[in-house]
């Protein structure tokens, strides 16, 4: 129950879709376009039309044997999205070296496929297109056709020029970086959030155990019942002594097993006592506990408290909480895991410390954050894991009302310190309270006075 290993949701979905690159483009030969227009016939300057036109017309082509070769849901590969954002970066260059160069005011725009990529693509493909990006500004510092303006001679001075490019290799530098942390973060949020969704969902189908379980007593209880006394006749008639007396008297001995049963598994639905739907706090813990033993780590359970010890409902969100806290425990702990529960007439906790090296003094301000890990030795053994964790189980635990404390524990030998703090009301009935009617409640090994 540690960290999430089954997918990769980071990446997942992160491919561009089509239709949102077409539309792009198509805006991007609106704006040329217009730009063109309105130089050449608004203002009257003098730029070579028909060529301009061309590399435009170039454009739009593409964009339309892409809307022709695939549906509008289509997903482009990193590969294909990067050629095609190529692609854009040399016709926008075409097109300023027509007009101008880096002299035309229109030149930043050539950071834009940059920035597409860095939302979108993963960084060494943003790297290749920042750099086209800044080779085809080097170029057109140097090589260029006149700026369209009414004095055809006019042309900026040469510092000036510098500086757009130096303006245009930074913007493409920390726009592109920019960009691909803000969109990166975004990623790993809604993947960890959609692993987090599945691992409940999965949990819940334990909690659906004992509804099956009683609807499997109800349906069987008529045909053992029938097994029963055709077994009772067959007694009746048969020898008293003999082969065929012992299998029928096994044969009774057996119904009457899965009667016992049966009534076990009928309790679950009268009134939500049964085994699989409450249980004792102790019980909770040792449930989550009992899998961690055989890794060679001392597991040392206590327990403190005032009042009567708190009873839960079989909540899945905290099984695999827990569970998981444990487990890291046990994976970073050197010789032993203690945990302490406590309570009090108000507040339920549950304290988990292990004799580790703690956490990372790098981590303690983003514990809780998704895809942030530090693999134990024996997740390293095993691959390791996407740093899920440890947010899906403090995403859970606080579903189910509770409060998270994690720091490194003071003192000795003993490493990082997770404690699970639960207003008595919310862990009692599975109902976590409005946040101003949670009751303050410190956890500790002593009871609470």
């Keep these: 129950m540690a960290d999430f290993d089954v997918l990769d949701l980071s990446r997942?979905?992160?491919r561009l879709r089509l239709d949102t690159l077409i539309r792009l483009r198509w805006l991007a030969v609106a704006g040329q376009s217009l730009a063109v227009l309105f130089v050449h016939f608004g203002l009257d300057f003098a730029l070579p039309f028909w060529p301009a036109a061309l590399a435009i017309i170039a454009s739009a082509v593409l964009n339309l044997v892409l809307r022709w070769s695939f549906p509008l849901?289509?997903?482009?590969?990193?590969?294909?999205?990067?050629?095609?954002?190529?692609?854009?970066?040399v016709q926008l260059s075409v097109l300023?070296?027509?007009?101008?160069?880096l002299q035309n005011p229109f030149?930043?725009?050539?950071?834009?496929?940059?920035?597409?990529?860095?939302?979108?693509?993963?960084?060494?493909?943003?790297?290749?297109?920042?750099?086209t990006a800044i080779a085809a500004a080097s170029v057109l510092a140097f090589l260029h056709m006149p700026l369209p303006w009414a004095d055809a001679s006019f042309e900026m001075p040469w510092l000036y020029r510098t500086g757009v490019w130096t303006a245009i290799a930074l913007g493409t530098v920390f726009t592109g970086a920019y960009a691909w942390r803000v969109a990166e973060e975004s990623r790993q949020l809604a993947g960890a959030l959609a692993a987090t969704e599945l691992v409940l969902a999965r949990e819940q189908h334990l909690s659906q155990l004992d509804g099956l379980a009683a609807a499997a007593a109800h349906e069987l209880g008529t045909p053992l019942a029938t097994i029963a006394l055709i077994a009772k006749e067959l007694e009746r008639m048969a020898?008293?002594?003999?082969?065929?007396?012992?299998?029928?008297?096994?044969?009774?001995?057996q119904v009457q097993r899965c009667r016992e049963i049966l009534g076990k598994l009928n309790s679950l639905e009268s009134g939500g006592e049964g085994p699989l739907e409450t249980m004792r706090l102790l019980h909770l813990v040792e449930e989550v506990v009992g899998p961690q033993r055989p890794f060679g780590v001392a597991i040392r359970v206590e327990s403190r408290g005032l009042g009567s010890e708190p009873v839960c409902r079989r909540n899945p969100a905290i099984l695999y909480g827990l569970g998981n806290l444990v487990e890291n425990a046990v994976d970073f702990a050197q010789t032993e895991v203690e945990i302490t529960a406590s309570w009090d007439h108000q507040g339920v906790a549950v304290s988990i410390v292990d004799d580790g090296p703690g956490f990372p003094a790098d981590m303690l301000s983003r514990l809780g954050e998704p895809y942030v890990t530090s693999r134990g030795p024996r997740r390293a053994k095993e691959g390791g894991g996407l740093g899920l964790g440890l947010f899906i189980a403090k995403t859970l635990l606080e579903r189910s009302g509770a409060r998270l404390n994690m720091r490194n524990a003071s003192g000795g030998t003993r490493g990082a310190e997770i404690t699970i703090v639960w207003p008595r009301t919310a862990f009692e009935r599975g109902i976590a309270p409005p946040p101003a009617e949670h009751v303050a409640f410190s956890a500790s090994p002593a009871p609470i006075d």
């Design 12 to 14: 997942s979905g992160s």
């Design 73 to 89: 849901g289509h997903r482009l590969g990193d590969a294909s999205a990067s050629a095609i954002l190529a692609f854009d970066v």
């Design 96 to 101: 300023l070296f027509l007009t101008g160069g």
């Design 107 to 131: 030149a930043m725009l050539i950071l834009a496929p940059v920035m597409i990529s860095a939302t979108a693509l993963p960084p060494s493909y943003t790297v290749t297109i920042g750099v």
């Design 239 to 253: 020898p008293s002594e003999g082969e065929m007396a012992e299998d029928i008297t096994l044969l009774r001995e």
